[in-house]
C-alpha cells in the first residue's frame, strides 16, 4: 500500500521527542545532580501514590478477569480468521512483554530477597528462602500481565469493532471524552503514554545491556567500560532497526519464532543439566506458596515496618507494568485480529505468567542451588553491585559454561531486539495518523524511533544504580493510572451500544473457528 506523507502526527511526534530530549541531556550532562533528583522524586511517588498502585494491580486483574468470563468474552476483534498462528502469537506477546528483563531478573531477583526478605521473616531462614524463590513469580505472574490486557482489549475494541482509525491510547477512550480524543485531551494521554513507555524501555534496556557485556567480559576478557556497554546496545539497535524496518510479518514475528525456541532449548538445558530435581521440587513449591497467599500477596502494603519491601519492588514492578501496558495494548492488538476478548485476555494471562515461572523456576533455582551449596557466592557479588557479572558466572558454571555463556549472551541480545522493534514499531504507530488495518507506519519513522530509543538507556547508565532505573519507571507512571480507569469506563460505555445478537453471532464464528 502506498504511504502518505501527511501520516506523521506532528504533535504528538514533536512531543514526544522533546520530552526525551529534556530527560536524557540533563542525565548526560549533570549525572550526579540528577542522580539526586531522581532519588528524591521516586521516594516522594512511593509514599504517596504507593498504594494507589496495589489498588490499582487488584481492581485491573478482577476486572479483565470478569471480562473475560461475561458475554463480552464472545467478541472477536474483527470478524475473520486469526491473523497468526497460536505459537507465533504467543512468541510475539511473550518477547515483546519481558525484554532481557526475563533473563536478568529470572536469573537473580531471589538474591536481594534472600537477605531482606518479606514479611519481616528472619533473613536466610529457611521460611525466607522459600519466599525468596516464589516473590518474583508473583511479580511476573497474572497481575501484572493483567496491565497488559485491559489496554489490549480497549485498543482493540476501539479498531476493530467500532472502525476507529487510530492504533493509540486516546482511541480507547473514545466513548467516554468523544471527540476530544483526537484532540488536546486525547493528544496529551498519548504523550504521556510514549513517555511512559520511554522511561520503562530505558529501564529494560539499561538492565540488559550491561548483562551482555559482563557475559562479554566473561567469555572474551574485554574491558565492560561504559564505552563497551554503549556499543553493545548500539548493536541491538542495528539488529532490531532491521527487524522493525522489515515490518511485522517478516521482521518482527520471525524474530520472535526465533527467540522462543531458543529461549525454550536454553531453558531444557539447564533443568536436565543443572539440579533437576532440586528446581523441580522449589517451583513446585513456589507455585504452591504463591496459590496459597495469592490474595495476601496482591494486598500486602507493609504498614507496621520501615523494611520498604513493598515501596522497592511490588510498588516498582507495578509501576513498570502500567508504564509498558499501553504499549503491549497496542502491540498485542496489532497481532490478535480475529481472536476473541476472551481468547487473548486468557491466553495473555496464561502463557505469558507461564514463561515468566518457567523462567524463574529454571534458572533462579539454578542459580539458588548454587548459592546454598556454596558453589558460587551470589548474594555477595549482588550485594556489591555485581548483579549482571554473578548473572554471567551462574550461566557459565553450566557444563560446556563457555559455549551456554555464549547463547545465552546471543538470546539477551535478541530478546531485547524482539521488545525494542516492537516498541519502535508501536511508537511509529502512535504518532502516526490514520492507519487502515492492514497498513504500517512508514519504515523511516519506525527506524527514527528505533535509535531515538538508545538515548535513554545510554544516560541511564551514566548516572548508575538501580534505584535510577526503578526512578525512571516511577516517574513515568502515574499519569498512567488515570488512563487504566478512563479505558475500562470507556470499554464499558462502549459495550452498551453492541446488539445482544451480535455477540451470538460472533460466538458462533470462535465455535466454527
Given at each position: 500500500?502506498?504511504?502518505?506523507?501527511?501520516?506523521?502526527?506532528?504533535?504528538?511526534?514533536?512531543?514526544?521527542?522533546?520530552?526525551?530530549?529534556?530527560?536524557?541531556?540533563?542525565?548526560?550532562?549533570?549525572?550526579?545532580?540528577?542522580?539526586?533528583?531522581?532519588?528524591?522524586?521516586?521516594?516522594?511517588?512511593?509514599?504517596?501514590?504507593?498504594?494507589?498502585?496495589?489498588w490499582t494491580a487488584s481492581a485491573v486483574l478482577a476486572f479483565v478477569l470478569w471480562l473475560a468470563f461475561s458475554k463480552y468474552g464472545q467478541i472477536k476483534l474483527g470478524n475473520v480468521a486469526s491473523s497468526f498462528s497460536t505459537y507465533s502469537w504467543v512468541a510475539m506477546l511473550f518477547c515483546a512483554g519481558v525484554a532481557t528483563g526475563i533473563l536478568y531478573w529470572g536469573t537473580i531477583e531471589w538474591a536481594y530477597y534472600y537477605d531482606v526478605p518479606p514479611f519481616g521473616l528472619a533473613p536466610r531462614s529457611n521460611e525466607a528462602i522459600e519466599w525468596a524463590a516464589t516473590y518474583g513469580m508473583f511479580h511476573w505472574g497474572i497481575t501484572g500481565w493483567a496491565y497488559y490486557v485491559l489496554p489490549t482489549i480497549a485498543i482493540g475494541y476501539a479498531y476493530y469493532v467500532k472502525k476507529i482509525p487510530f492504533m493509540r491510547i486516546s482511541s480507547s477512550c473514545e466513548s467516554l471524552i468523544g471527540d476530544y480524543s483526537n484532540r488536546w485531551p486525547g493528544k496529551i494521554m498519548d504523550i504521556f503514554f510514549i513517555v511512559g513507555l520511554l522511561g520503562s524501555s530505558?529501564?529494560?534496556?539499561?538492565?540488559?545491556?550491561?548483562?551482555?557485556?559482563?557475559?562479554?567480559?566473561?567469555?572474551?576478557?574485554?574491558?565492560?567500560?561504559?564505552?563497551?556497554?554503549?556499543?553493545?546496545?548500539?548493536?541491538?539497535?542495528?539488529?532490531?532497526?532491521v527487524s522493525v524496518y522489515l515490518g511485522?510479518?517478516?521482521?518482527?514475528?520471525?524474530?520472535?519464532?526465533?527467540?522462543?525456541?531458543?529461549?525454550?532449548?536454553?531453558?531444557?538445558?539447564?533443568?536436565?543439566?543443572?539440579?533437576?530435581v532440586f528446581i523441580l521440587k522449589m517451583t513446585t513449591n513456589s507455585i504452591g506458596l504463591m496459590a496459597q497467599n495469592f490474595i495476601r500477596m496482591n494486598?500486602?502494603?507493609?504498614?507496621?515496618?520501615?523494611?520498604?519491601?513493598?515501596?522497592?519492588?511490588?510498588?516498582?514492578?507495578?509501576?513498570?507494568?502500567?508504564?509498558?501496558?499501553?504499549?503491549?495494548?497496542?502491540?498485542?492488538?496489532?497481532i490478535s485480529r480475529g481472536r476473541?476478548?476472551?481468547?487473548?485476555?486468557?491466553?495473555?494471562?496464561?502463557?505469558?505468567?507461564?514463561?515468566?515461572?518457567?523462567?524463574?523456576?529454571?534458572?533462579?533455582?539454578?542459580?539458588?542451588?548454587?548459592?546454598?551449596?556454596?558453589?558460587?557466592?551470589?548474594?555477595?557479588?549482588?550485594?556489591?553491585?555485581?548483579?549482571?557479572?554473578?548473572?554471567?558466572?551462574?550461566?557459565?558454571?553450566?557444563?560446556?559454561?563457555?559455549?551456554?555463556?555464549?547463547?545465552?549472551?546471543?538470546?539477551?541480545?535478541?530478546?531485547?531486539?524482539?521488545?525494542?522493534?516492537?516498541?519502535?514499531?508501536?511508537?511509529?504507530?502512535?504518532?502516526?495518523?490514520?492507519?487502515?488495518?492492514?497498513?504500517?507506519?512508514?519504515?523511516w519513522h519506525r527506524l527514527f524511533w528505533a535509535f531515538a530509543l538508545a538515548l535513554l538507556p545510554i544516560a541511564l547508565m551514566l548516572v548508575s544504580g538501580l534505584d535510577a532505573l526503578k526512578t525512571a519507571v516511577l516517574i513515568s507512571a502515574p499519569p498512567l493510572v488515570v488512563v487504566y480507569v478512563m479505558m475500562a469506563w470507556s470499554l464499558l460505555k462502549s459495550f452498551q451500544g453492541y446488539p445482544p445478537e451480535t455477540i451470538m453471532k460472533d460466538s458462533e464464528l470462535i465455535e466454527k473457528s
Open positions: 500500500m502506498t504511504r502518505k506523507k501527511t501520516d506523521l502526527d506532528k504533535t504528538i511526534f514533536s512531543a514526544s521527542l522533546s520530552l526525551l530530549l529534556a530527560v536524557t541531556l540533563p542525565l548526560l550532562f549533570w549525572p550526579q545532580a540528577s542522580y539526586d533528583a531522581l532519588n528524591s522524586i521516586k521516594i516522594a511517588i512511593e509514599d504517596s501514590f504507593g498504594v494507589i498502585y496495589i530505558g529501564t529494560s534496556l539499561a538492565l540488559g545491556t550491561p548483562m551482555i557485556a559482563a557475559s562479554m567480559e566473561e567469555l572474551f576478557g574485554i574491558e565492560n567500560t561504559f564505552f563497551f556497554k554503549v556499543a553493545v546496545i548500539l548493536c541491538c539497535t542495528i539488529i532490531f532497526s511485522l510479518e517478516k521482521g518482527i514475528k520471525r524474530l520472535s519464532n526465533i527467540n522462543a525456541t531458543l529461549a525454550l532449548i536454553m531453558l531444557l538445558f539447564v533443568l536436565l543439566a543443572g539440579p533437576t494486598t500486602w502494603a507493609d504498614p507496621l515496618t520501615n523494611s520498604r519491601f513493598v515501596e522497592d519492588w511490588s510498588i516498582f514492578y507495578w509501576a513498570w507494568w502500567v508504564a509498558v501496558g499501553p504499549f503491549m495494548g497496542i502491540f498485542v492488538a496489532r476473541s476478548i476472551k481468547q487473548v485476555i486468557l491466553g495473555s494471562l496464561f502463557f505469558g505468567s507461564l514463561g515468566c515461572t518457567l523462567f524463574y523456576g529454571v534458572f533462579g533455582n539454578y542459580a539458588l542451588y548454587l548459592e546454598l551449596n556454596d558453589l558460587l557466592p551470589i548474594t555477595e557479588l549482588v550485594g556489591a553491585g555485581n548483579a549482571p557479572m554473578a548473572i554471567a558466572k551462574i550461566v557459565g558454571s553450566l557444563p560446556a559454561g563457555q559455549i551456554v555463556l555464549f547463547l545465552f549472551a546471543a538470546i539477551s541480545l535478541v530478546f531485547m531486539a524482539t521488545t525494542f522493534d516492537s516498541i519502535s514499531y508501536t511508537l511509529a504507530s502512535s504518532a502516526s495518523k490514520e492507519l487502515e488495518v492492514n497498513e504500517e507506519p512508514e519504515r
